[in-house]
């Protein structure tokens, strides 16, 4: 914790579309901390989208560039880092996660997460795991992976409502005596 009592660094976890970048983004911007998105930063270190670097390396190869993103992008105080939707499925991620920092996972039904997908389709730069439509695949990938962003999570926030409900609801966390703790009000 810094000297106002806020992490040094914050971890944002859910499914794709779940607003990860959107509001660490402002979160960092709020706080004044450094933003970072380990897809981003995985695309620009490697020079290759997440599809291209999966049709590359496979799905697994994939995911250890990942895990030494996260590491690699999440050094330094006075951090929001955006995860990737698949960080969570590494028992080690889930870890240097909680140990790090205050990890927010930003949940939201799998029919909002589609029609998000739907509205922006330019967020489709990962390949889809299924094979399914949109409504379909989100759900099949949040029963896969709930249990483990809710492990990961020290917090849990409603990431259906608007883009600025969910920034204030985080902010308010953060706030001393709000609970910020890693098992204060609203943990996982």
């Known amino acids: ?108 039904p799998a029919e909002v997460l589609a029609a998000r997908l739907a509205a922006a389709p330019e967020r489709e730069q990962r390949p889809s795991l299924f094979g399914r439509p949109a409504e379909e695949e989100a759900a099949l990938v949040l029963a896969e992976r709930e249990k483990f962003y809710l492990e990961t999570a020290h917090q849990v926030v409603a990431a259906a409502a608007p883009l600025a409900a969910v920034v204030a609801d985080i902010l308010g966390r953060l706030r001393p005596g709000a609970g910020n703790t890693p098992d204060g009000p609203g943990a996982a």
């Open 1 to 108: 914790m810094n000297r106002v009592g806020q992490p040094e660094k914050i971890f944002l976890v859910g499914a794709r579309a779940s607003g990860k970048t959107s509001v660490g983004l402002r979160l960092a911007e709020a706080l004044a901390y450094d933003f970072t998105d380990t897809d981003a930063w995985l695309k620009e270190k490697e020079g290759r989208t997440v599809a291209e670097i999966v049709a590359r390396c496979g799905w697994a190869g994939f995911r250890e560039l990942e895990s030494a993103a996260l590491r690699e992008a999440g050094r330094g105080p006075r951090r929001v880092v955006a995860t990737g939707g698949g960080m969570v499925l590494a028992a080690a991620n889930r870890a240097f996660m909680r140990e790090a920092g205050l990890v927010f996972y930003l949940a939201a």
